[in-house]
Antibody, heavy 118, light 110 residues
Framework: EVQLVESGGGLAQPGGSLRLSCAASGFAFRSYWMYWVRQAPGKGLVWVSR????????RYVDSVKGRFTMSRDNAKNTLYLQMNSLRAEDTAVYYCASGITMKEVEAWGQGTLVTVSS | QSALTQPASVSGSPGQSITISCTGTSSDVGNYNYVSWYQQHPGKAPKLIIF???NRPSGLSNRFSGSKSGNTASLTISGLQAEDEADYYCCSYASSTTLVFGGGTKLTVL
């Protein structure tokens, strides 16, 4: 059974940083594309970033380019999202997700809440 | 990349069928057969219910079906049940090589 468990969310000040982690199990992690998708309170889903299986290719939504960095450690079956220069509009539940291709998300974690506020 | 357009809400009575539309452009829905649908109950993570426009994950009820015509994809739920009450999101691969989601549709079972 695919399991994705996020951690690292919490309260950060504007301009601050947080690092999210996602522990994966139950599938061939290194063979899958991984994603971060976020959902602001009461709002819809927004794709944030993706990374390929060996970590050599990443892509970001324009609103986080230059501030967020996605990476993975295939030896640890773990995905990361380093979030710097945080803004109030980054406040959301962040979901880790997986897909065998870069064209569709299949499985989702339970999400971790990031709140950016002074 | 603009979000795909979904109705904010739909409703139906138990046993009825409903259809949720998802309208994009020739740069996403209209150009790729990579439309997926997700069900999200309050406070829970999204769950994949349709992929590649028409396919259901293994074990998912055949009451859920997907289709596409031009730039618009659709999700149909037949034989509505109380547990179908949830938010539903469509998602499409786009020519920008990103993914774009719809704004979400709240389904109310009357």
């Amino acid at each position: 059974e695919v399991q994705l468990v996020e951690s690292g969310g919490g309260l950060a000040q504007p301009g601050g940083s947080l690092r999210l982690s996602c522990a994966a199990s139950g599938f061939a992690f290194r063979s899958y594309w991984m994603y971060w998708v976020r959902q602001a309170p009461g709002k819809g889903l927004v794709w944030v970033s993706r990374i390929n299986g060996d970590g050599s290719h990443t892509r970001y939504v324009d609103s986080v380019k230059g501030r967020f960095t996605m990476s993975r450690d295939n030896a640890k079956n773990t995905l990361y999202l380093q979030m710097n220069s945080l803004r109030a509009e980054d406040t959301a539940v962040y979901y880790c997700a997986s897909g065998i291709t870069m064209k569709e998300v299949e499985a989702w974690g339970q999400g971790t809440l990031v709140t950016v506020s002074s | 990349q603009s979000a795909l357009t979904q109705p904010a809400s739909v409703s139906g009575s138990p046993g009825q069928s409903i259809t949720i539309s998802c309208t994009g452009t020739s740069s996403d829905v209209g150009n790729y057969n990579y439309v997926s649908w997700y069900q999200q109950h309050p406070g829970k993570a999204p769950k994949l219910i349709i992929f590649d426009v028409t396919n259901r994950p293994s074990g998912l009820s055949n009451r859920f079906s997907g289709s596409k015509s031009g730039n618009t994809a659709s999700l149909t739920i037949s034989g509505l049940q109380a547990e179908d009450e949830a938010d539903y999101y469509c998602c499409s691969y786009a020519s920008s090589t990103t993914l774009v989601f719809g704004g979400g549709t709240k389904l109310t079972v009357l």
